[in-house]
């Protein structure tokens, strides 16, 4: 017995208690708080932690300061963190996605390290970015110490915090909001499993989104769940165990759908403003910052919101097509550019998804600078945002709809280089505003031309865009899934 105890001690720097419990419940359309008990109480995180760190991982690929198929070497630091682990060794490679894999779904901390490290060269400078986004984010009681999570002096948040970056994820990177729900996939060097496919398989509407633990946390959990237009986000903090953790957080959420309104104005959060420090410390990145948090010039509808398509004004597409000129600037040089070099070879693998589809009020892809481009052809189910990058080309980003009725499109038909294709779709997007809003322009290389296409829409939206295309008598052909 003495000899237990005095483990316990060893472990734990402590005897054996339970965690603080803290909890809140927050209705995802308009952020309105339904339920709380301790929710601004500074608690440890543990592995929700890794909500921050890949909340930066998609925003320095936003600001393209790392792309998806960058290759990441593992330092010493990296490699030793304890598990769980990917599995990481110190001097090898891997791509930034399944890094991004390894964080999300199998909670990996050596993978949490590298992301950090890659970004910002150590965890200690990552770590610091990490609380100035906090702070933009309106996280106001967190401070972070490391990547991962785990134990460590001043390494503390609270489950309003939580709650407001689980719903910043949904909102600000839906694009990548797919990877939490998903119950196995490719992380490179294994096969990984969700941490937290049990509520994903027990809960209806569930779809991530990230499980925690560490003995001075107790079990932790931010979840959220989509039953016809009501979302909701519910956290908590000092779970006895796994079961009784999922327990209390369905509970939580069915508390949320039965005091959420059955209709409510979806209000999006903008993008986090940063102060001049943060855009110092990150390079390249201010000039973009200041462009992002800047009134889109083409803003995209809240989700249940009315109107059909409007063409716009002549003297505001005119204003519209010259400052979206300047941002895509670079992009079109590059793609003419392109046009003289020999095309990049399709990338050997290529990301896939068992990931069910996404829920009907997932807000699409933020507006960026990287909105048109050039990818080789790809299954139709595809869903993460895909990188194809060469010596020889412009680095390239796509992104396909993750919602499962989106798997259409049309098709402005061929054009003769990358920059004709791309300046046909920037005019046709900005003469059918209403139309194309939600959708991705996209140039496929096919048959040695650069095909103009728009993805991400329904069937019934890509054959009224194509009805209203060819009023105008402008070439359009709709295409599926399997196109």
């Known amino acids: 017995m003495v000899l237990v105890i005095f483990l316990c001690f060893a472990i734990t720097g402590g005897p054996l208690r ?108 990552f770590s610091r970015r990490m609380d100035r986004t906090a702070l933009a984010l309106g996280m106001t009681r967190s401070t972070f110490r490391n990547a991962h999570g785990l134990t460590q002096q001043g390494h503390l948040s609270t489950a309003q915090d939580m709650t407001i970056l689980g719903r910043r994820l949904f909102f600000d990177y839906p694009e990548y909001y797919n990877i939490f729900s998903r119950r196995e996939d ?120 009315g109107g059909g398509p409007r063409a716009p004004e002549p003297a505001l597409a005119a204003a519209i097509e010259a400052a979206l000129g300047e941002a895509l600037g670079a992009s079109v040089a590059a793609g003419m ?33 990287q909105t048109s481009l050039v990818v080789p052809p790809r299954p139709a189910d595809q869903v993460e945002p895909q990188v194809v990058a060469a010596s020889l080309a412009p680095e390239v980003v796509t992104r396909a709809s993750s919602t499962g009725a989106r798997l259409f499109g049309v098709s402005l038909g061929a054009q003769n280089s990358h920059s004709a294709a791309e300046r046909l779709l920037l005019r046709t997007a900005l003469s059918e505003i209403g139309t194309f809003d939600q959708a991705l322009r996209r140039v496929v290389q096919r048959n040695g031309g650069y095909e103009a296409r728009f993805q991400g829409l329904t069937e019934d939206q890509a054959a009224r865009a194509c009805a209203r295309l060819a009023a105008r008598s402008i070439p359009c052909e709709p295409f599926g899934p399997a196109s």
């Open 18 to 125: 339970a965690a603080p419990y803290a909890a809140m419940v927050m209705d995802a359309r308009t952020g309105e708080v339904l339920h709380a008990r301790n929710a601004d109480t500074r608690l440890h995180p543990a592995s929700l932690t890794k909500m921050m760190t890949l909340y930066i991982a998609f925003e320095a690929i936003r600001l393209r300061e790392i792309t998806l198929d960058t290759p990441v070497r593992i330092s010493q630091h990296a490699a030793n963190e304890p598990p769980s682990r990917l599995g990481l060794r110190a001097g090898s490679t891997i791509r930034f996605r399944y890094l991004i894999r390894a964080a999300a779904i199998r909670s990996a901390n050596d993978a949490a390290t590298a992301i950090g490290e890659a970004i910002s060269g150590s965890e200690a400078e």
């Open 186 to 305: 490719d992380a490179g060097i294994a096969t990984i499993r969700n941490t937290n496919r049990a509520l994903l398989a027990a809960y209806r509407g569930a779809d991530g989104i990230k499980t925690g633990f560490t003995q001075a946390a107790g079990f932790n959990l931010v979840a959220s769940a989509e039953r016809g237009n009501v979302r909701v986000i519910a956290t908590v903090f000092g779970g006895q165990s796994t079961a009784a953790r999922n327990q209390r957080i369905m509970e939580l959420m069915d508390m949320g759908f039965a005091r959420a309104p059955a209709n409510a104005t979806v209000r999006r959060p903008a993008l986090p403003v940063y102060g001049p420090e943060h855009n110092q410390a990150v390079p390249g990145a201010a000039a973009l910052v200041s462009s992002l948090t800047s009134p889109s010039l083409r803003p995209i509808p809240r989700p249940g919101g």
């Open 337 to 369: 550019q392109q046009d003289r070099q020999p095309l990049p070879q399709a990338p050997t693998d290529v990301a896939t998804t068992d990931a069910p589809s996404a829920p009907s009020m997932l807000p699409a892809p933020r507006p960026d600078p």
